[in-house]
């Protein structure tokens, strides 16, 4: 007879592979959607009437609807569903993708960029959600964090695509715009073949039809969890009872001190390295060529160290070495250093930038039961975005006026706070079904209990 497993024990196999492709599309079009506008904002300024404050509009629009997508989209998918939502998500993309070819006033794109900003960000906490009540525990942190590398693949196909379609002429950036309906609608198709996650219909007192989709996929002998999936109603404000509103305030607070200074910074590396004096030719480009490159390729060893080690340590070392990385940056900003070394001080921090990266999608859906999970994914997500485009709108102006010194040390200083934070904060979670993840505030609370009970009973 065949010794019955947890879809949490199973090996990897072709089918975790194809639930991985369809959570990464969230990212990819988040990059892919943010780089594009940059290319076609270029073009428009010939074509429209535009003030620069339209400009800053049309450019903040899909970061502000992020916001309110990511808030109210992980609350959906736990009130109607993960499949329903990311179906929904993905039309809703694909019709406004296609309207911004249409537009004839900047207001007109400024409305339909926050709209299309509202979807994608209410797409991260679904995928995140669907990815992890998929996944084996023991590779649950490698899949999670890797989706946060088809970021920057999204990211640097639409300035290739966006370069290719310069050719076209004064309507370019039409086409630009409404060229992201083409990764959308593949994906909406895609997604039509996706199952629902067992955990989520278990959660709703479906079991049945949970039982169902579990042996359907890895056969008749493995069931969906150890412990039972207990039927929950979902409430916004469950986030913050029961001893997880310390959990949404530990990942939203490192989320935040991650991002912050990575989009301060990221912006405007050309910038920034013309100003350590590798003006001279183009430099400064091929650094911040490489240095992009390089994050993305310093995600593969934090997608393997975090299954090693564990959660805790390559977050809190990640935090140290980008604060003293950037530090060191600081002090020898003025001091003409060689341009290797700055380069690879810069490469060390991107390096470990990214692999913290890989922590924002792990935590956020480890920590927190499944009737809860995309909310609380979806609020901590919605928050960072708000830190991102502060990063983004402060980091020039202090340089500005403060130097380029400065702005690196309040760089450094903000990681180094993460890196407190995590050391008191973090929890670790490698090898934990998701049932005994969601509970380490509660196994606290109990442990708190039995001892207070033992004292008292002596």
């Known amino acids: 007879m065949s010794k019955v497993r947890t879809m949490e024990e199973m090996p990897l196999s072709r089918f975790h592979y194809k639930m991985f492709a ?55 998918t736990d009130l109607i569903g993960r499949k329903k939502m990311f179906l929904i998500d993905m039309l809703v993309m694909a019709v406004v993708s296609i309207l911004q070819f249409y537009v004839n006033d900047p207001m007109q794109l400024v409305i339909l960029r926050f709209i299309l900003g509202v979807a994608v960000g209410a797409d991260y906490p679904i995928a995140g959600a669907l990815m992890t009540e998929f996944s084996p525990a023991k590779n649950r942190g490698a899949l999670l964090g ?3 590398g088809l970021w920057y693949v999204g990211y640097a196909s639409s300035f290739l695509v966006g370069y290719l379609m310069l050719s076209i002429g004064d309507d370019g950036w039409r086409w630009m715009l409404a060229s992201s309906a083409v990764p959308v609608i593949i994906m909406l198709i895609s997604r039509l073949n996706m199952p629902e996650s067992p955990r989520w219909l278990a959660s709703k007192g479906r079991e049945k039809e949970a039982n169902a989709i ?6 008749e002998h493995v069931i969906m969890s150890a412990e039972p999936e207990t039927k929950e109603k979902t409430t916004y404000l469950d986030i913050f009872r029961n001893g997880y509103g310390k959990m949404v305030i530990f990942v939203t607070v490192f989320y935040s001190l991650q991002v912050l200074p990575l989009y301060g910074i990221n912006t405007y590396i050309p910038e920034i390295l013309a100003q350590f004096g590798f003006a001279n030719g183009t430099r400064e480009y091929l650094g911040a060529a490489v240095i992009n490159i390089i994050y993305l390729i310093g995600l593969l060893p934090a997608l393997y160290l975090v299954e090693k080690y564990g959660r805790r340590p390559t977050l809190i070392w990640a935090f140290l070495v980008c604060s003293i990385s950037l530090f060191v940056l600081g002090a020898t900003s003025g001091l003409n250093m060689p341009f290797i070394f700055t380069l690879a001080l810069f490469v060390i921090y991107g390096t470990f930038n990214t692999g913290m990266g890989a922590h924002c999608w792990i935590y956020p859906n480890e920590l927190f039961p499944t009737h809860i999970r995309g909310t609380a994914g979806g609020f901590t997500t919605g928050v960072a975005r708000v830190a991102s485009s502060i990063g983004t709108f402060f980091s020039p102006a202090i340089m500005a006026n403060y130097g380029l010194s400065t702005t690196l040390y309040i760089c450094g200083g ?15 979670t490698k090898n934990m079904s998701l049932t005994e993840a969601s509970s380490l505030n509660k196994s606290k609370d109990i442990e708190q209990d039995s001892f207070a009970s033992k004292k008292t009973a002596n």
């Open 22 to 76: 369809y959570a990464s599309g969230s990212t990819f079009l988040d990059g892919y959607i943010i780089g594009i506008v940059a290319v076609a904002l270029s073009v428009m300024q010939t074509q429209l009437d535009m003030s620069v404050t339209m400009i800053g509009l049309i450019g903040a629009a899909t970061l502000a609807g992020m916001l309110f997508g990511g808030v109210l989209g992980g609350y959906l």
């Open 414 to 428: 903000v990681l180094f706070i993460g890196f407190l934070v995590s050391l008191f904060m973090a929890p670790e």
């Open 214 to 219: 579990v042996q359907k996929i890895f056969g």
């Open 146 to 148: 890797g989706l946060n």
